[in-house]
């Protein structure tokens, strides 16, 4: 158990549909994040919120879009995604960025059809 | 930010030691380094974290030269469980826009 859960695990979703990917964290850290993981392919950090305050975009495409209403929970909607959005979405919190140990959660499976 | 470099693959058997090193040319002063192991299918979970010499845990050591522009993961009698993407990063504690970078790891295959 580490402290940082994801809904849904499994995600398959049409081009047209608008979904949301949600992450909590139990561990009243101020720093999380939404990273992609394609097969066989590194991690690719999408977003980083410090005290719910974005800090890092790393040139994501715009039908990704994160909110952070507050420090424990993080949401990633989706919408008019492409089939190569498939992939592994993770999330994870820490007490802070860059060398703070970071926690993972178990991840979001989504499939675009 | 520093940029590492780490072997791509790396095989070993039940029982040995597997040392897994990592090039950082650029590391800044104030920078950690940082280890993760990843499964398939998972999220990376932190195994071990320096900043020089040697620092020791119940899973693994990591060795850290003077110089600070490499660092080694060490894993004693590995099993099959541990066959897995282990990462490299580097990093300053920070509040701000600093992150870490996971690479493409080194991916570590365990015969019996």
């Known amino acids: 158990e580490t402290g940082v859960t994801q809904t849904p695990r499994h995600l398959v979703m049409g081009m047209t549909n608008k979904k949301s990917l949600k992450c909590e964290q139990h561990l009243g850290h101020n720093a999380m994040y939404w990273y992609k993981q394609s097969a066989k392919k590194p991690l690719e950090l999408m977003f980083v919120?410090?005290?719910?305050?974005?800090?890092e975009n790393n040139s994501v495409p715009s039908r990704f879009s994160p909110e952070c209403p507050n420090s424990s929970h993080l949401f990633l909607h989706l919408h008019t995604l492409q089939p190569e959005d498939s992939a592994l979405y993770l999330c994870?919190?820490?007490?802070?960025?860059?060398?703070?140990?970071?926690?993972f959660g178990p991840g979001t499976r989504l499939t675009v059809l | 930010l520093a940029k590492t470099t780490q072997p791509i693959s790396m095989d070993s058997y039940e029982g040995q030691e597997v040392n897994i090193t990592c090039s950082h040319n650029n590391i800044a002063t104030n920078d950690y380094i940082t280890w993760y192991q990843q499964f398939p299918s998972q999220g990376p979970r932190f195994i071990i974290q320096?900043?020089?010499t040697k620092v020791t845990n119940e899973v693994a050591s990591l060795f850290i030269p003077a110089d600070r522009k490499s660092s080694t993961l060490s894993l004693p009698r590995v099993s099959l469980s541990d066959t897995a993407v282990y990462y490299c990063l580097v990093g300053g504690l920070t509040y701000n826009t600093d992150k870490l970078i996971f690479g493409t790891g080194t991916r570590l295959q365990v015969f019996p």
């Open positions: 994870a919190s820490s007490q802070g960025t860059s060398a703070y140990e970071q926690f």
């Open positions: 919120y410090s005290l719910e305050e974005r800090v």
């Open positions: 320096g900043y020089k």
